[in-house]
């Protein structure tokens, strides 16, 4: 089996448990290369350097090494390969880490194919000018974040469902999140908690200013199209990448993905098990 490893070396944690990971691998005889960026940042027996998109393409699955930041990057490479990824956990709670820094025992398990893949819905962003044309694509793993391009005042920001206007929220902004990112941003604002396994696109306005403008859920065939109700530039972020500016005129759509982020799930434990032991860390 060839394993890509993808650490975040900014972590305090991510050189000793990368260093474990490599010598698990080594041990269960298993190919790991890293890319190219981290040659000269460190030096493990046996691996492999090759340039990111390179690497990704040759393996069999991508491991990332982190926080749950760390593992929306090296999922959105792994998407694009459609390979599966593992995240281990190197940073603080890490809800989409599928193995603890303490539970590299269980590596055999992937190598021996014994687990099974969490299939998690991703959204689509567009920016779309006056004439139809497509400006700007992205994908998302957590949330699309929308807000005016100062950041420095509320903003009026009309949002409609299917391509019929709904609603205009005057607020701080608008989050646009998949059920995977209800446990991220969505939930500091406010937001439901929902089982991944319940494939939908959530809405929530931040600080609106309104007593009855909440969150939103919305079936997962729903297409979402936010403008500005002031003709004033907007600014898009897809999962907390640089803003991209939406020009007064255009709009950002959203919708789901035609592809899948696949988890690699190697423990039995549910998204409930998962929920309630992370976030009783932060009580």
């Known amino acids: 089996m060839r394993i890509v490893l993808m650490p975040n070396l900014t972590r305090n944690e991510a050189f000793k448990v990368t260093a474990g990971i490599c010598e698990s691998l080594k041990n269960l005889g298993a190919e790991y290369f890293f890319s190219t960026e981290y040659k000269n940042d460190f030096e493990f027996t046996g691996a492999e350097f090759l340039p990111i998109e390179e690497a990704v393409s040759a393996c069999d699955a991508v491991i990332a090494i982190g926080g749950d930041g760390s593992i929306i990057h090296a999922a959105k490479l792994a998407v694009t390969a459609q390979k599966p990824i593992l995240g281990i956990n190197a940073g603080r709670l890490a809800f989409m880490a599928g193995l603890e820094d303490n539970e590299l025992s269980l590596l055999s398990r992937l190598i021996d194919g014994d687990y099974t893949l969490d299939k998690r819905l991703l959204l689509k962003t567009k920016i779309i000018d006056e004439d139809g044309i497509v400006t700007d694509k992205g994908y998302c793993v957590n949330d699309c974040l929308i807000t005016n391009e100062e950041k420095q005042r509320m903003t009026a920001i009309d949002v409609a469902l299917d391509g019929k206007k709904f609603n205009s929220y005057l607020c701080d902004g608008v989050l646009v999140s998949t059920p995977t990112g209800s446990t991220a941003y969505s939930l500091s604002a406010g937001g439901p908690i929902v089982d991944p396994e319940l494939e939908s696109i959530l809405l929530t306005p931040l600080c609106p200013h309104s007593l009855v403008d909440r969150s939103l859920i919305f079936r997962p065939d729903a297409v979402i199209t936010v403008t500005s ?35 690699i799930r190697i423990k039995s434990d549910n998204f409930i098990d998962i929920l309630y032991k992370k976030l009783a860390q932060r009580r």
């Open 229 to 263: 109700a002031e003709d004033l530039p907007l600014c898009i972020s897809n999962d907390g990448a640089e803003p991209i500016v939406i020009a007064p005129g255009c709009r950002a759509e959203i919708s789901r993905a035609g592809l899948t982020a696949d988890f």
